[in-house]
């Protein structure tokens, strides 16, 4: 059963009952392990586990409990019990409501972290009290937290679809392919021009799938069905090592379940 999460800029007048608190040291997170699980701390206050955030901000509230994320210093002392981990590591073992907060967590303290001034007039920035900005109050700039477009899309030949494997991947992993959007660009002519660098090969009936935040380190990943139109598959090695087109019934090692390739995967593998 997921939970309700609501997003909040103003934290509550006193913190009296405990929060989730998604503390990062750097781009890892704080956790808990119990057993092979991990978990998010629920603190009144990190200062119970001996921690003194460098800045913290609150998200809003999952099931009516406020949820904050936070800054730690880089020197920060772990409490016994705790782990720092990254995210990438965190799919198989944190919840997924928890997973996907911690994703929101990390993206809005590094936008809090780099825009403490004004990236016009260098004056130190001001956050708005009713929405999630920094406000020059100088030259009145005003900045949002970033969000940097790609796109991820699926593509089938019949019971066949075109899997890609990168240098940076694990062993044998082979995963869809994927791109940002350019200044200019419509989702469906990124795809396009996507596929058309990387595997030399033409699409069409291009159907929007779904979406997912990615704070690697602040992109949100949409994902596209389309079907194969024509051409040979030639890769580009500056961003690929392999490409093949796969039966669905003996595809190679695939990204875990918590990635919306994954998602699109089953989606195909389970459609008749």
Not at 28 to 51: C, F, K, N, Y
Not at 192 to 203: A, D, M, P, S, T
Request: aromatic residues 10%; charged residues 20%; contains cysteine.
């Amino acid at each position: 059963m997921y939970r309700t999460f609501i997003p909040g800029i103003a934290p509550p007048p006193v913190q009296s009952e405990p929060a989730w608190w998604f503390a990062f040291v750097g781009n890892q997170l704080l956790v808990r392990r119990e057993g092979t699980l991990s978990t998010i701390p629920t603190l009144i206050s990190l200062a119970e586990i001996g921690l003194v955030p460098v800045r913290s901000q609150f998200l809003g509230t999952l099931d009516d409990r406020p949820c904050y994320s936070a800054e730690l210093p880089k020197d920060a002392v772990i409490a016994d019990g705790m782990t720092l981990q990254g995210l990438r590591e965190l799919y198989a073992t944190l919840d997924e409501d928890l997973y996907a907060l911690s994703s929101r967590a990390i993206q809005i303290m590094e936008w809090d972290r780099t825009h403490q001034y004004c990236g016009q007039c260098a004056a130190p920035t001001t956050q708005l009290p009713n929405e999630r900005a920094k406000r020059c109050p100088k030259c009145g700039l005003v900045n949002y937290p970033r969000l940097s477009p790609a796109v991820i899309v699926l593509i089938s030949r019949g019971e066949e679809i075109l899997l890609a494997r990168a240098s940076r991947f694990p062993a044998g992993m082979y995963g869809l392919i994927a791109g940002f959007v350019e200044p200019g660009e419509s989702l469906e002519e990124t795809i396009v021009r996507e596929v058309r660098e990387e595997v030399g090969i033409e699409v069409k009936d291009i159907r929007y799938f779904g979406s997912q935040p990615w704070p690697f380190p602040n992109s949100l990943m949409i994902g596209f069905t389309a079907i194969y139109g024509s051409g040979d598959i030639i890769i580009d090695p500056q961003e690929l090592e392999d490409a093949a087109w796969f039966s669905k019934d003996n595809l190679p090692l695939i990204p875990p379940k918590l990635s919306i390739a994954r998602k699109l995967l089953d989606w195909f593998v389970s459609t008749d």
